[in-house]
Every structure is written in C-alpha cells, then in structure tokens.
Nanobody, 114 residues
Framework: QVQLVESGGGLVQTGGSLRLSCAAS????????MGWYRQAPGKQRELVAS???????NYADSVKGRFTISRDVVKKMVYLQMNSLKPEDTAVYYC????????WGPGTQVTVSS
C-alpha cells in the first residue's frame, strides 16, 4: 500500500505560480512512476504530468512550457511547479503513484482567478 499526501494548492491570480508537493509513504520499494492529474468540475480526470524513476517526463499539451514536474526518488516526493497559470487550470489536483497498482492522494484545490 502507498499513501499519498498533497500540499501547496490555493488561490492565485492569472499569470501567477504555485508549487505542489506530494509525499509518498508505505512502500520500501522505488515507485516506478509518479505524477499529477487534475479534475475540473463536470470534467473527467486528466493527466497533467508524470515522471518515471529514471527521469522520463510526460506532459499534457495544455501545460507544456508552463508546468514542470520533478521527483526525489529516494525521498519518495514529487513536485509540480506551475507557472503562468490560467483560469482553465482551475481544478482539484491529485497526486498519483504507480507501483503494481494506481494509488491516489486526496487532492488539493487549485483556483486561478481571472
């Protein structure tokens, strides 16, 4: 079992920045993939960014050039630096970890005001 806890969400104006953090616990194994998903009201949950333990990253087209994902594999942490935020980035952001199964954090709200 892997437990995930996010932090760093909040309210920010258009063009602002936020940094999300996620701490994983409960596993003594290296987690192959960690990432961030988001879900806006009335929409499906979507991938924002992911990062493998080897450093391979993947981004949604909508956030490329604005968001940066990073990991501390040993500390089992994953981060999401979000710059140039737009109102359409408003959503609940969920930390995800894949280790034989998918694990999810409870989510953190990000609200971007226009």
């Amino acid at each position: 079992q892997v437990q995930l806890v996010e932090s760093g969400g909040g309210l920010v104006q258009t063009g602002g920045s936020l940094r999300l953090s996620c701490a994983a616990s409960g596993s003594r194994f290296i987690i192959p993939v960690m990432g961030w998903y988001r879900q806006a009201p009335g929409k499906q949950r979507e991938l924002v960014a992911s990062c493998s333990s080897g450093g391979t990253t993947n981004y949604a087209d909508s956030v490329k050039g604005r968001f940066t994902i990073s990991r501390d594999v040993v500390k089992k942490m994953v981060y999401l630096q979000m710059n140039s935020l737009k109102p359409e980035d408003t959503a609940v952001y969920y930390c995800n970890a894949y280790l034989l199964n998918n694990y999810w954090g409870p989510g953190t709200q990000v609200t971007v005001s226009s």
